[in-house]
């Protein structure tokens, strides 16, 4: 059964560092940003901010579409996407469910300050995975986010990744 990892964080978290990762163990990546960015650019710079969402929403589509055509032909595959939302993280693990899939949630926690400090590193860059986030943004993310909770089959990732790849292995074994 193919594992769907579903990883949950606030920007800056750590989200497409992991992707990549397990991208590299054979997984097939799929990232909401960089499709976002390769269609309309860079966000702030070639569209304005406030049109972000309309941008980002067939992009989502067309992401769930590939995902489940993914685990319906047996790969594994790890979103690279924030799903701050309990409800976006269970319409993502019934598709993937209903797709033949195992879905697993991969948490990446992380404190403001912490985030902060990644932040205005990434700020500086110009990629796709480089949104600008300003102190307020953050705060606000936060105010909007559902952190996991335990009846979410949750793999809480703190910066190993060997550990975090037996812990999927783990999962797929039962």
Same mark, same amino acid.
């Given at each position: 059964?193919?594992?769907?990892?579903?990883?949950?964080?606030?920007?800056?978290?750590?989200?497409?560092?992991?992707?990549?990762?397990? =991208?590299?163990?054979?997984?097939? $990546?799929?990232?909401?940003?960089?499709?976002?960015?390769?269609?309309?650019?860079?966000?702030?710079?070639?569209?304005?901010?406030?049109?972000?969402?309309?941008?980002?929403?067939?992009?989502?589509?067309?992401?769930?579409? $590939?995902?489940?055509?993914?685990?319906?032909?047996?790969?594994?595959?790890?979103?690279?996407?924030?799903?701050?939302?309990?409800?976006?993280?269970? =319409?993502?693990?019934?598709?993937?469910?209903?797709?033949?899939?195992?879905?697993?949630?991969?948490?990446?926690? =992380?404190?403001?300050?912490?985030?902060?400090?990644?932040?205005?590193?990434?700020?500086? $860059?110009?990629? =796709?995975?480089?949104?600008?986030?300003?102190?307020?943004?953050?705060?606000?993310?936060?105010? $909007?986010?559902?952190?996991?909770?335990?009846?979410?089959?949750?793999?809480?990732?703190?910066?190993?990744?060997?550990?975090?790849?037996?812990?999927?292995?783990?999962?797929?074994?039962?």
């Amino acid at each position: 059964m193919p594992l769907a990892v579903l990883l949950v964080g606030l920007t800056g978290s750590g989200k497409t560092t992991v992707a990549k990762a397990l =991208a590299d163990h054979g997984y097939i $990546r799929l990232s909401v940003d960089e499709e976002v960015h390769r269609l309309h650019g860079r966000y702030g710079v070639d569209y304005p901010e406030h049109t972000y969402f309309e941008r980002e929403r067939p992009v989502v589509e067309a992401t769930r579409e $590939r995902f489940i055509k993914e685990i319906e032909a047996g790969h594994d595959v790890v979103l690279d996407h924030g799903l701050w939302r309990r409800s976006e993280r269970d =319409a993502w693990r019934q598709a993937a469910s209903e797709a033949g899939g195992h879905p697993l949630v991969v948490y990446l926690p =992380a404190d403001r300050e912490e985030l902060l400090r990644r932040l205005t590193e990434r700020n500086q $860059r110009e990629d =796709a995975n480089a949104l600008t986030v300003t102190p307020e943004a953050l705060d606000d993310f936060f105010d $909007r986010f559902d952190p996991p909770t335990d009846d979410e089959e949750v793999i809480v990732h703190i910066g190993d990744l060997n550990a975090l790849v037996n812990k999927l292995s783990a999962a797929r074994q039962g």
